[in-house]
């Protein structure tokens, strides 16, 4: 069993920043992706970025979704455990509650269906 936990959501005014974090226990992770997704009211939930877990692949270790490309960072830190999301340049548009997830393998395409557990999700307001 994996345990996500969010945190690191809140009200900002546009153009600022935040950051948020999700911790992972209750496995070893080894070739597995981590990503975010999010949900605005009334709207289905959307990829915004993965990363994998180990940096040892060919190619790009993440992939960001166009609306948030230059704007919102994924990170790791093995030793912790934890993946971030920094978010700058925040929009109003960006307001929505934001989950992490993980699926097992390498693939860092953007397919809710693949990612097998999920945090409880934290908000995240942008203010105009």
């Known amino acids: 069993q994996v345990q996500l936990v969010e945190s690191g959501g809140g009200l900002v005014q546009a153009g600022g920043s935040l950051r948020l974090s999700c911790a992972a226990s209750g496995r070893t992770f080894g070739n597995s992706v981590m990503g975010w997704f999010r949900q605005a009211p009334g709207k289905e939930r959307e990829f915004v970025a993965a990363i994998r877990w180990r940096s040892n692949w060919t190619g790009s270790s993440t992939n960001y979704a166009d609306s948030v490309k230059g704007r919102f960072t994924i990170s790791r830190d093995n030793a912790k455990n934890t993946v971030y999301l920094q978010m700058n340049s925040l929009k109003p548009e960006d307001t929505a509650v934001y989950y992490c997830?993980?699926?097992?393998?390498?693939?860092?395409?953007?397919?809710?269906?693949?990612?097998?557990?999920w945090g409880q999700g934290t908000q995240v307001t942008v203010s105009s």
């Open positions: 997830a993980t699926k097992f393998g390498s693939s860092l395409a953007p397919v809710e269906s693949e990612y097998n557990y």
